[in-house]
């Protein structure tokens, strides 16, 4: 198993999970996360629609095609 080095994010996300012990604050923590990540994909999504990068036909590829990339 290879073990990278903390990035900032994740160093300070763990400073915070030591102040909230409950498991609400838990359940809360990963909406907000969710929430965050699919409006970024959203913007991201929009932006390349709008610039010709993706389209219907584009979609459908990832979709429904087999699109992984090989583990090496």
Same mark, same amino acid.
């Given at each position: 198993?290879? #073990?990278?080095? /903390? +990035? !900032?994010? &994740?160093? #300070?996300?763990?400073?915070?999970?030591?102040?909230? %012990? =409950?498991? $609400?604050?838990?359940? *809360?923590? &990963?909406?907000? /996360?969710? +929430?965050?990540? =699919? $409006?970024?994909?959203? /913007?991201?999504? =929009? $932006?390349?629609? *709008? +610039? +010709?990068?993706? $389209?219907?036909? %584009?979609? *459908? *590829?990832?979709?429904?095609? #087999?699109? =992984?990339?090989? !583990?090496?």
């Amino acid at each position: 198993m290879v #073990h990278l080095p /903390l +990035n !900032a994010i &994740q160093q #300070h996300l763990l400073q915070m999970f030591t102040f909230n %012990k =409950r498991e $609400d604050g838990l359940k *809360e923590l &990963q909406s907000v /996360l969710f +929430n965050y990540y =699919r $409006d970024k994909l959203k /913007l991201q999504t =929009r $932006d390349f629609w *709008e +610039n +010709n990068q993706l $389209d219907s036909t %584009k979609m *459908e *590829e990832i979709m429904y095609g #087999h699109n =992984r990339i090989s !583990a090496k």
